[in-house]
């Protein structure tokens, strides 16, 4: 369930949402999640209905675990459709997972490289302004996400 969508110029989008994963092997985890997501021009209005992503962010910490953990906090650089590619850890992410992410999508056209994503890459130009134009909406997305209890 999306909570937050930020569609730009009709072909891509970024969303924001809580999540909660639930493992009793592992432990819980709850956080953001963080997309960059094409936006599917065909349909009854063009521009409204979210498609596969490019990008994700797992901004997440373990539920029972020390207060301001984010050990479990990952990425997605690489989707194949609709399936996530590896998941990466980063170091900073783990240490701020809100900069991390406001970071990533302050260069979109590096962001679009690694994802090997060339319509967003080719796009980024034209989007990045409107990216930045929105960063604080964003962050204040993804603070209320990742701080929503567990449901």
Not at 17 to 30: A, Q
Not at 54 to 65: A, H, I
Not at 92 to 106: C, E, Y
Request: glycine share 8%.
């Amino acid at each position: 369930m999306t909570r937050y969508a930020f569609i730009f110029s009709d072909s891509f989008a970024i969303t924001v949402e809580p999540f909660v994963v639930l493992d009793p092997n592992s432990g819980d985890e709850n956080g953001a999640r963080i997309q960059v997501r094409r936006v599917d021009a065909a349909g009854a209005e063009p521009g409204t209905h979210l498609a596969e992503p490019v990008w994700r962010g797992d901004l997440f910490k373990l539920t029972n675990g020390p207060k301001g953990n984010w050990d479990r906090a990952h990425y997605h650089p690489r989707f194949q459709g609709m399936e996530a590619g590896a998941r990466v850890t980063d170091p900073q992410l783990s240490r701020d997972p809100i900069n991390w992410a406001l970071t990533q999508l302050g260069d979109l056209r590096g962001l679009a490289n690694r994802a090997a994503a060339p319509d967003l890459a080719a796009a980024s130009a034209d989007l990045q302004p409107q990216v930045d134009a929105v960063q604080e909406e964003i962050r204040l997305a993804l603070q209320k996400c990742a701080s929503a209890p567990p449901a």
